[in-house]
């Protein structure tokens, strides 16, 4: 029986939905396959982890510059590498058990800190398993680099050559994509879907997202669409933040707003949506190209989201607004200039690749 380890870190977060997609497509093409999808933090490092993620949740929201600063940097990745082989180190008894117990045929890493600990658990130990990684954002950093990788997936074409660069072998680079669920292709029946949501069809409908843990200034942009003249409906998916879905729900709104908590749904709030206004995490990204649905962008993090603006900038299916108030404004301009909103559509659909989860469960299925 084929065995596949999936590692990822954090259970809200874009790492998790990716290795959730891989792991339906494995269990799609084989439905012999053995999978053990497990947040890799959490398993070793327990507290660590409550400690780390309160941490850089306090870092990006109340001084992103810093954020910035330690983000890809090559003076903090030589001065953090000691503490992190000796984290890999200290983690050397749980993984050991993990992989003596499963006996994974091939590893599939969604996130750097799991690859990095495999990859120095393979290297130690003269480990015969070849490892996955599969990368989550646009721009590859630093933390990714390990010569014991056996294939990086990645987005596109140029994080393939920013890999490259790096000293990566370019026949272990694989450009299939982030892995999202493949309901993200569906984009028909969006009149059917208004009236299943209760949302009018004839009026244009925003969706507006701040990532699973509902980040950036969503209060301010909702206060001002609310209250602008634009003629539109609000779709807002709040994620786990409980306080926004708490002062949204019971508020009278001038607009008709579809409010939603943790939404599973997001494929059909995409189908149903004409724009939307979000911060770009790479799985939103990835599902918001597959329904060929042009981006506002407001407040990307630093790193990562930073990078990733930069790249949806250059390819035309994004804007930016620098402030709440500029979204008022591009808002206005994409609903009056329909040519512009449906070139971003067009170019966000040759941009995707909803079938990645499937190519890459294909590709571990041959390796395990």
């Not at 649905?293 to 407040?299: E, Y």
């Not at 250059?314 to 620098?322: N, R, T």
Request: glycine letters at 6%; aromatic letters at 6%.
């Amino acid at each position: 029986m084929k065995k596949a380890l999936l590692l990822f870190i954090s259970e809200h977060s874009g790492h998790h939905c990716a290795s959730l997609a891989i792991e339906k497509a494995l269990h799609e093409l084989e439905s012999g396959i053995e999978t053990l999808n497990i947040n890799s933090f959490n398993y070793t490092n327990p507290i660590l982890e409550k400690v780390i993620n309160r941490a850089y949740m306090g870092v990006v929201k109340r001084t992103p510059e810093l954020w910035d600063y330690l983000y890809d940097n090559p003076k903090v990745l030589k001065q953090t590498q000691k503490l992190r082989e000796m984290m890999h180190s200290l983690n050397t008894g749980k993984l050991k058990t993990l992989l003596d117990d499963f006996k994974p045929g091939v590893i599939v890493c969604t996130q750097a800190f799991p690859c990095g600990m495999v990859a120095d658990y393979k290297k130690t130990f003269s480990l015969d398993i070849p490892i996955v990684a599969v990368l989550t954002d646009y721009a590859p950093h630093s933390y990714w680099i390990y010569h014991n990788v056996d294939q990086y997936v990645v987005p596109s074409e140029e994080t393939g050559e920013k890999l490259v660069a790096n000293g990566i072998d370019p026949s272990r680079i694989r450009v299939y994509g982030i892995p999202i669920d493949h309901k993200f292709q569906n984009s028909s029946g969006k009149d059917a879907l208004c009236e299943k949501l209760c949302l009018d069809r004839k009026r244009p409908r925003v969706l507006v997202m701040g990532g699973t843990q509902g980040l950036g200034p969503i209060k301010e942009v909702v206060r001002l669409l609310d209250r602008s003249s634009l003629d539109l409906q609000l779709v807002i998916a709040c994620g786990t933040n409980k306080k926004l879905y708490n002062w949204l729900t019971p508020r009278r709104h001038r607009k008709k707003m579809l409010v939603l908590s943790y939404a599973t749904n997001i494929d059909e709030l995409m189908q149903v949506s004409d724009i939307i206004l979000t911060k770009p995490g790479g799985i939103t990204t990835a599902e918001a190209l597959a329904m060929g649905l042009p981006m506002l962008i407001v407040n990307p993090l630093p790193g990562q989201e930073a990078m990733n603006t930069k790249f949806l900038l250059k390819e035309g299916v994004a804007v930016k607004a620098e402030s709440p108030e500029d979204v008022l404004i591009l808002l206005e301009e994409l609903f009056e200039n329909k040519n512009k909103l449906k070139a971003m559509s067009d170019k966000a659909r040759s941009l995707a690749k909803p079938d990645s989860s499937v190519k890459i469960a294909k590709m571990v299925l041959e390796m395990a």
